[in-house]
């Protein structure tokens, strides 16, 4: 099967990957999987002003998993968390011209953006009401 | 009971009648249980499932349809079709219990990317733990490791296979619908583990 140049470019040569102290107040982390294949994926984002600077990844998976998630991280950086939990697995796939079998890791990474605002965001509800009990 | 559309004799076969030779067109939407004449339960006698995979294949085998009317013929081949993907299902033990697991969920919802808590974290740090080892070619740490997840492994699959085991013809509710479907769930990952393991270099397959 022919794999696009984008996907092997992302492959190659991933950006981005790594990762950011999960405690930090700043930054979210999304941790998801796809059963289908066993694939891992940890996308973090950090965030200044519900803008996302920065962000990281880290996938345990195939190459076009490893390249949506690269995608993916350099999508989010500089756009607000809205911006960002409006990205849809379709453009990835677009994107990386992803065939029919391989469709799920453009959700997989879709899912780890998502993931990662919500945990963000939830973080920002907690440290906000200290006397929270939740 | 299923009943043969030609004689109506009782059907051993969805796909089959023993007692007048008939193909049965219904078989082409049989489940893969029906095919073989089994109730929809896990524990299956392997030696008699491959006996009748073998007397029905003969039975269905196009060639002997190369004379019979084109609509007779493409039947013969439809079944044939069908009677291997339900062998091919069943005589699976992992295969068996998905299929088990997605003739319950048409009855009882369940969400089919469940995993136990706790679960994908630790799947992760093991697969960063790993990829230490394969950069360290620790091939003693490796080999532990590999044992470690084989257990793991084989724990798993006859835990669910006694579940769906004791489970016989019933129904089951959603939790042991979701209990199953986690365990599957794991079970890849587990996979996905053992693979890596034994992966000499870092190829990956794109």
Known sequence: MAYSEKVIDHYNEPRNVGSFEKSDDQV???????PECGDVMKLQIKVENEKIVDAKFKTFGCGSAIASSSLATE????KTLDEALAIQNTEIVEELSLPPVKIHCSVLAEDAIKAAIQDYRKRQETSSEPTASA | MLLCSHCQKPLQSALWCGACQQLQSSGLQADDF???GLPPRYDVDLNSLEQSYHELATELHPDFFATAPAAERRLSEGLSARLNQAWQTLQDPTARAQYLIEVWKAKTPTHERDLPTGFLQEMFALQEELEELLEAKDQQALATKRADFLQRLNDLRY?????LIELKENTPDTTFCKQIQQQLNAERYLLRLLERCSSTSSETDL
């Open chain 1, 75 to 78: 999508w989010v950086k500089g």
């Open chain 2, 159 to 163: 835990n669910y296979q006694q579940q």
């Open chain 1, 28 to 34: 979210g982390t999304g941790l998801v999987g796809a």
């Open chain 2, 34 to 36: 029906s095919v073989f």
